[in-house]
């Protein structure tokens, strides 16, 4: 990937074919984490009526809780040491961030599918460039949780390991990640 760069109003980057795959697959990946976890997103975000009637339907249940450190890390409980409080929150914030996190990575898909399979550069106009930040840290995030970063000192483990260990490619993908997503910011 060469970096992200400014040209007026548009954001580029140029992506081989295999990024521009690899990115779309880890974005699929994250819908499908997240929808599987915590539901389909609500298609009737226009219509404040249909969220309320269906809000109240689920008022009596309790919203499921995960054990899914991606999910953990993404969608946080502010309320760990108060039970109903963290109900509340599952119950009424989560699908908004479901919903949002879901609606990003259908953005960067979009902008993914307009390079045809690399051969064009992937191009961020205005309102863009949120979608693709926020995408970016999730993947990110993701992949941190996974390979268990909790701090610089285990970056610096993972920078030092060999080829053969299994998490060797996870860690380029994690810096990858964090490449692009430098160069984003930077192009601002």
């Not at 953005?107 to 309102?127: A, C, H, N, Y």
């Amino acid at each position: 990937m060469r970096r992200f760069t400014r040209k007026g109003s548009k954001i580029t980057a140029e992506m081989t074919e295999d990024e521009v795959a690899m990115l779309a697959s880890l974005t699929g990946q994250l819908i499908d984490l997240t929808t599987s976890t915590l539901g389909e997103p609500d298609t009737d975000n226009d219509d404040p009526l249909a969220r309320l009637e269906r809000e109240l339907a689920e008022a009596d249940s309790e919203p499921p809780e995960t054990s899914d450190p991606v999910i953990e890390r993404l969608f946080p409980n502010p309320y760990p040491h108060d039970p109903k409080a963290a109900a509340e929150y599952r119950r009424y914030s989560r699908s908004e961030l479901r919903d949002e996190l879901v609606g990003n990575a259908e953005r960067v898909l979009q902008d993914l599918s307009r390079t045809k399979d690399g051969r064009k550069p992937v191009t961020i106009t205005g309102d863009g460039v949120e979608p693709w930040l926020k995408l970016l840290g999730a993947l990110r995030l993701s992949l941190a949780t996974r390979l268990g970063v909790t701090d610089a000192e285990s970056v610096e483990e993972l920078a030092g390991l060999r080829d053969a260990d299994p998490r060797a490619g996870m860690y380029s993908i994690f810096e990858w990640l964090g490449f692009a997503q430098e160069t984003l910011v930077e192009s601002l």
